[in-house]
């Protein structure tokens, strides 16, 4: 028996299919707990999604800018391809044990089949670095809020307290610093 890339894609199928089922038999919590949950948090799960809805469009949108950036025109995929290959990815993510790098493979592979592999790897290369520095941002940011908060009285600093966000300023500085000089070196 010939492995075509369309067998190779039926076995992953049915692999992820026999994992879900098996994750659905092993869950800790039984689907009454989980129903209950569901309808605890009411109406308020519609704009919950609609708020990750609009996540993952600003994500393809962003990762479209990026693509077209990268080929150096417009790039021949649509958004709507971009943003199920975003919700994909991210399930993907999501799902695998090594938590944040299932996805991009995926990506990759199907992202090729619209544009050459090249510009495939570099813009999810690239796509996967501007989120990670977009983390960065937050946690940096998030610091000054904390101190503006405090300077208020609403939240403590004390010593475990400021030297926990020395430290994780330092660490976003020294990142920012790596990611220049990759993007002058790119």
């Given at each position: 028996?010939?492995?075509?890339?369309?067998?190779?894609?039926?076995?992953?199928?049915?692999?992820g299919c026999a994992?879900?089922v098996?994750m659905l038999?092993t869950f800790?919590?039984?689907?009454i707990?989980?129903w209950?949950?569901i309808?605890?948090a009411?109406?308020?799960?519609i704009p919950?999604i609609?708020?990750?809805?609009?996540?993952?469009?600003?994500?393809?949108?962003a990762?479209?800018?990026?693509?077209?950036?990268n080929i150096?025109?417009k790039?021949?995929i649509?958004?709507?391809?971009l943003?199920?290959?975003t919700?994909?990815?991210?399930a993907?993510?999501?799902?695998?044990?090594?938590g944040?790098?299932?996805?991009e493979p995926y990506?990759i592979?199907?992202?090729?089949?619209d544009?050459?592999?090249?510009?495939a790897?570099?813009?999810?290369i690239?796509y996967?670095?501007m989120?990670?520095f977009?983390?960065?941002?937050?946690w940096f940011?998030s610091?000054f809020?904390?101190?503006?908060?405090?300077a208020?009285?609403?939240?403590?600093?004390?010593?475990?307290i400021g030297?926990t966000?020395?430290i994780?300023v330092?660490?976003?500085?020294f990142?920012?610093y790596l990611?220049s000089?990759g993007?002058k070196n790119g």
């Amino acid at each position: 028996m010939k492995w075509t890339k369309q067998r190779l894609n039926n076995l992953f199928f049915f692999l992820g299919c026999a994992a879900v089922v098996v994750m659905l038999l092993t869950f800790d919590v039984s689907f009454i707990e989980l129903w209950e949950h569901i309808c605890h948090a009411g109406y308020w799960l519609i704009p919950i999604i609609g708020i990750w809805v609009v996540v993952y469009a600003l994500n393809a949108l962003a990762w479209k800018a990026m693509i077209e950036g990268n080929i150096g025109r417009k790039a021949p995929i649509s958004f709507w391809r971009l943003f199920q290959l975003t919700i994909t990815g991210y399930a993907l993510n999501y799902a695998t044990p090594v938590g944040g790098l299932g996805g991009e493979p995926y990506r990759i592979m199907e992202l090729s089949k619209d544009i050459d592999k090249e510009h495939a790897t570099s813009s999810v290369i690239l796509y996967a670095m501007m989120h990670f520095f977009a983390h960065f941002w937050f946690w940096f940011l998030s610091i000054f809020i904390y101190l503006a908060l405090a300077a208020a009285g609403d939240l403590p600093i004390t010593p475990v307290i400021g030297t926990t966000l020395g430290i994780i300023v330092v660490f976003c500085l020294f990142f920012f610093y790596l990611f220049s000089r990759g993007y002058k070196n790119g």
